[in-house]
C-alpha cells in the first residue's frame, strides 16, 4: 500500500500564479482532509471531504478550492497564490467508522510564495 | 470550539530518562479522540497514540502512554526510556464536534534528547 500520496513535495510560485497540490490514497477511506502547518501554529484544517462529492470548509479555506470527483483522490487548488500562502501542506485521510489508526497523513508539500 | 493547549514550547531530556509532554484540551463535545503525532525533522506526520473520551484506561503503545484526567481535560504524553531519535516536534490532536475527519492540533513541543 502507498497509504496518502502528495505531489509535488517542493514548489515555489510567484504572487498570483495558480497550481493544484495533488492528493490521492489506495486504502478506500472515505474521509479526507488538507492542512497547513506554519511555524509556531500547529496544523489547521483547511477544507475536508466526508466522501466523493461532498465538500466543505475548515477553519482556514480563503484562497483554497477543494473538489472530489472520486473517493481516491482529494486535489487542493490555489487560486491565485499569495506570499502568505507559504506553508507545509498535508493531506490526510481515515476511515469513517473512527477507527484509532485511521488517520494517515501524506509526506507534505513545501510551498513557497514569493 | 475546540482548542489544544500545549505549554511547553520546547524540552530537553536525558536519555534513558522518562518525559512528559503536557496537553490540556477544551471541547463541549462529550464524545471525542485525542491523539499524539511525532514530527521528526524529516517532516512526516507519525501516529503515536491515542484515547477515546470514553475509555477508562490509559492508552499505552510501547514507550508511549497517555496520561488522560478527563476531569481535568489534560492529555500528557509521557514518554519512558528516552532515546536520541525521540527528539522531534510532538502534536497533539483532538477530534472536532464529535467527527472522526478533523482534527485540532495544538502549537506542538520540540523535544530535544540529550546523550
Known amino acids: 500500500n502507498a497509504g496518502v500520496t502528495q505531489t509535488p513535495k517542493f514548489q515555489v510560485l510567484k504572487t498570483g500564479q495558480s497550481m493544484t497540490l495533488q492528493c490521492a490514497q489506495d486504502m478506500n477511506h472515505e474521509y479526507m482532509s488538507w492542512y497547513r502547518q506554519d511555524p509556531g501554529m500547529g496544523l489547521r484544517l483547511i477544507h475536508y471531504s466526508v466522501g466523493a462529492g461532498i465538500t466543505d470548509q475548515g477553519e482556514v479555506p480563503n484562497g483554497y478550492n477543494v473538489s472530489r470527483s472520486t473517493t481516491e483522490d482529494f486535489p487542493l487548488r490555489l487560486l491565485s497564490a499569495a506570499p502568505s500562502q507559504t506553508s507545509v501542506y498535508f493531506c490526510?485521510?481515515?476511515?469513517?467508522?473512527?477507527?484509532?489508526?485511521?488517520?494517515?497523513f501524506g509526506s507534505g508539500t513545501r510551498l513557497t510564495v514569493v | 470550539a475546540q482548542k489544544i493547549t500545549q505549554t511547553q514550547p520546547g524540552m530537553f531530556v536525558q536519555e534513558k530518562e522518562a518525559v512528559t509532554l503536557d496537553c490540556t484540551y477544551d471541547?463541549?463535545?462529550?464524545?471525542?479522540?485525542l491523539f499524539w503525532y511525532k514530527q521528526p525533522s524529516s517532516g512526516e506526520m507519525i501516529f503515536l497514540i491515542y484515547q477515546g473520551s470514553y475509555d477508562e484506561q490509559n492508552a499505552t503503545e510501547g514507550r508511549y502512554s497517555l496520561n488522560f484526567q478527563k476531569a481535568r481535560k489534560s492529555a500528557n504524553l509521557v514518554i519512558s526510556a528516552s532515546q536520541l531519535g525521540d527528539s522531534a516536534m510532538y502534536f497533539c490532536a483532538m477530534t472536532q464536534g464529535g467527527s472522526n475527519y478533523k482534527l485540532t492540533f495544538g502549537k506542538g513541543t520540540l523535544l530535544t534528547v540529550n546523550p
Open positions: 490526510a485521510s481515515s476511515y469513517s467508522r473512527g477507527e484509532i489508526y485511521g488517520y494517515t
Open positions: 471541547t463541549s463535545d462529550q464524545s471525542y479522540g
